[in-house]
């Protein structure tokens, strides 16, 4: 998988006033991360395990810089798709994504 070749993912936005589906373009990074976030609604993911999910488990000499900046790319594509940032960071405890979730049957 390219590092940086976008691909598709399909999102459900859910808040109070609706529910939509929102289809935004992501590298396979950026998606990686996206997914972990997802399969763990309202849980803190720590960096470790975002490194591990963008770059492999063994991938050697990762910056920790390098995520904070894929995790800011991630977090302004999604600003910019639904109108506001999902991911709310809390230093040590890491990042976690509130009311987006995969579109039901979405092939990612």
Same mark, same amino acid.
């Given at each position: 998988?390219?590092?940086?070749?976008?691909?598709?993912?399909? #999102?459900?936005?859910?808040?109070?006033?609706?529910?939509?589906?929102?289809?935004? %373009?992501?590298?396979?990074?950026?998606?990686?991360?996206?997914?972990?976030?997802? $399969?763990?609604? /309202?849980?803190?993911?720590?960096? &470790?395990?975002? #490194? =591990?999910? +963008?770059?492999? #488990?063994? &991938?050697?000499?990762?910056?920790?810089? +390098?995520? *904070?900046?894929?995790? $800011?790319?991630?977090? %302004?594509? #999604?600003?910019?798709?639904?109108? *506001?940032?999902?991911?709310?960071?809390? /230093?040590?405890? /890491? *990042?976690?994504?509130? =009311?987006?979730?995969?579109?039901? /049957?979405?092939?990612?």
């Amino acid at each position: 998988m390219s590092a940086s070749r976008p691909t598709t993912v399909s #999102l459900l936005l859910i808040s109070q006033e609706e529910q939509r589906r929102i289809d935004i %373009a992501l590298t396979p990074r950026e998606r990686l991360m996206l997914l972990l976030l997802i $399969a763990r609604p /309202g849980e803190f993911v720590r960096d &470790e395990e975002l #490194l =591990g999910a +963008a770059y492999g #488990l063994f &991938e050697a000499d990762v910056n920790p810089g +390098a995520l *904070h900046e894929d995790i $800011a790319r991630l977090r %302004a594509k #999604l600003a910019e798709a639904i109108g *506001h940032d999902p991911i709310v960071s809390a /230093g040590n405890c /890491g *990042h976690r994504i509130c =009311g987006v979730r995969l579109w039901p /049957g979405a092939d990612v």
